[in-house]
Nanobody, 128 residues
């Protein structure tokens, strides 16, 4: 059983929008977990995109601040990544990840090793 399942990826023109979903399955108390989104472009490492522990303001990569947002529906155990004003350089496989651990400083949420659960990813392609 895959604990996190991403969906909503696809092909979109530059300037367009997409909303990705990350649905949790089998993670008890998921609404207490911090959730992050990472992305991996071809030949690149996983890059941090955005995260939230639902207590403090979200943490953003500089490249997406003002364009991307993270929200959730606790009733559905689902977290969303709203992506607006998409650019060709946003093209990547997007992964969601979850952790029960809390870091008051927020620095750990930028690090992929901080997360216990991962999804399998969804492809986002932005055409220029």
């Amino acid at each position: 059983q895959v604990p996190l399942v991403e969906s909503g990826g696809g092909l979109v023109q530059a300037g367009g929008s997409l909303r990705l979903s990350c649905a949790a399955s089998g993670i008890s108390g998921f609404n207490y977990y911090a959730v992050g989104w990472f992305r991996q472009a071809p030949g690149q490492e996983h890059d941090f995109v955005i995260a939230s522990n639902w207590i403090h303001d979200p943490y953003y990569a500089a490249s997406v601040k003002g364009r991307f947002a993270i929200t959730r529906d606790t009733a559905k155990s689902t977290v969303y990544l709203q992506m607006n004003s998409l650019k060709a350089e946003d093209t990547a496989v997007y992964f969601c990840a979850a952790t029960i651990r809390f870091d008051y400083s927020g620095n750990s949420y930028y690090n992929r090793s901080w997360y216990e659960y991962w999804g399998q990813g969804t492809q986002v392609t932005v055409s220029s």
